[in-house]
């Protein structure tokens, strides 16, 4: 099975400052990489996929980059909105999540 | 718009069964891969299960192999999720959602959960 080690678990920043969280697979996985944000008691949201694409309706400000083993997360200007756990996912697997606050 | 909705959840003795339900609207269901995700007290996202389009291919995590099935009604728009020989480590809300076409597992739209709860 592929493993996916997403880092880090837990990130604290201020609001407009440039967020970015990682994915390393441990194979090769291609393009085949997505990101969600999940909210308490709300349903998890894809904001990426296929590593770069963003979904329709996702704020420009998220943004994916990335292929075969490594991949990025970025929030180019962080929002108070943004306060969320992050996941990414490789097909049946998902990372560990990152955890993110505002300072 | 699309909708997904779940329904039963509950709680249930170890050993026991429960089958879980997904209505879809708003899209064609039986045009799309469907999955269940789910997530435990306290941890993350764990994929469960999926279903091709037509019912013909169907994908499940380790852990529920075996004792989970996941089976679709397109004519009723619905996705199922048998739930059997239950174990305190399935407690979890369990999410039905939908994946987008042409991305391996990329799931669009989600329902809002249902809480399966396995306890004595």
């Known amino acids: 099975d592929i493993q996916m080690t997403q880092s880090p678990s837990s990130l604290s920043a201020y609001v407009g400052d440039r967020v970015t969280i990682t994915c390393q697979a441990s194979q090769d996985i291609s393009k085949y990489l997505n990101w969600y944000q999940h909210k308490p008691g709300k349903a998890p949201r894809l904001l990426i996929y296929?590593?770069?694409n963003l979904q329709t309706g996702v704020p420009s400000r998220f943004s994916g980059s990335g292929s075969g083993t490594h991949f990025t997360f970025i929030i180019s200007s962080l929002q108070p909105e943004d306060v969320a756990t992050y996941y990414c996912?490789?097909?049946?697997?998902f990372g560990q999540g990152t955890k993110l606050e505002i300072k | 718009e699309v909708q997904l909705v779940e329904s039963g959840g509950d709680l249930v003795q170890p050993g026991g069964s429960l089958r879980l339900s997904c209505v879809a609207s708003?899209?064609?269901?039986?045009?799309?891969?469907m999955s269940w995700v789910r997530q435990a007290p306290g941890k993350g996202l764990e994929w469960v299960a999926n279903?091709?389009?037509?019912?013909?291919?169907?994908y499940y995590v380790g852990s529920v192999r075996g004792r989970f099935t996941i089976s679709r009604d397109n004519a009723k728009k619905s996705l199922y999720l048998q739930m059997d020989n239950l174990r305190a480590e399935d407690t979890a809300v369990y999410y039905c959602a939908r994946e987008r076409v042409g991305s391996a597992v990329a799931a669009d739209y989600w329902g809002q959960g249902t809480l399966v709860t396995v306890s004595s």
């Open positions: 708003g899209f064609t269901f039986s045009d799309y891969w």
């Open positions: 279903i091709k389009d037509d019912g013909s291919k169907k």
């Open positions: 996912q490789q097909y049946s697997t």
């Open positions: 296929d590593a770069i």
